[in-house]
């Protein structure tokens, strides 16, 4: 089944866990695709992505991103993309990827996004002022907030099936024109 979807949210809604979880229950061939890694492989140069100044950069790393994503669909894998991908950046998509695309915000109220952030054990982003300024941009998705799911109080379970349930039945399916930045 030859699909992506893109699961995103600020730092600490919980992408990364259920995005493998939910790559893991498929029984068909599937594709778990994070986006920090595509970050991590500028070796020079390389401009922390939540920076006004990183926006060519991340251009250009949301391009790859969406390249690969394409290429493995077009190998017949359901890819899901792990990864902060704002709705400036579905445009970029959409003009990649020629197979049906979903879109799902995790989204949790801010305390609890500067908790679970703040508190792994890597080395990932914990300075709580980009936390609050990428938990803003995800807090008024417009013609998008039907993709939004409330992660603050929900198990991993209950959001892996939030997740499932919104696929199968296209709530999650991005269709329109989002602009860029």
């Not at 890597?122 to 990428?134: G, Y």
């Not at 109080?153 to 269709?175: D, H, K, P």
Request: hydrophobic share 45%; glycine share 8%.
């Amino acid at each position: 089944m030859a699909e992506v979807l893109i699961v995103t949210g600020p730092p600490g809604a919980g992408k990364s866990t259920i995005a493998d979880a939910l790559v893991r229950t498929f029984s068909s061939p599937a594709v778990y695709l994070p986006a920090d890694a595509f970050w991590h492989f500028i070796k020079q140069g390389r401009i922390a992505p939540y920076l006004p100044e990183a926006h060519a950069q991340n251009q250009v790393v949301i391009e790859a991103l969406a390249s690969t994503a394409c290429c493995f669909a077009s190998g017949g894998y359901f890819v899901v993309v792990d990864g902060i991908v704002g709705p400036w950046f579905l445009g970029r998509f959409r003009r990649i990827v020629d197979v049906p695309l979903h879109y799902v915000v995790l989204r949790p109220d801010l305390a609890t996004a500067l908790a679970r952030a703040q508190g792994r054990a890597d080395c990932s982003l914990k300075d709580a002022k980009p936390i609050v300024n990428l938990h803003k941009q995800f807090a008024e998705l417009g013609d998008l907030e039907n993709h939004a799911i409330d992660t603050t109080t929900q198990s991993v379970a209950v959001t892996l099936e939030a997740v499932r349930a919104g696929i199968g039945s296209g709530a999650f399916r991005f269709s329109g024109q989002v602009g860029t930045r």
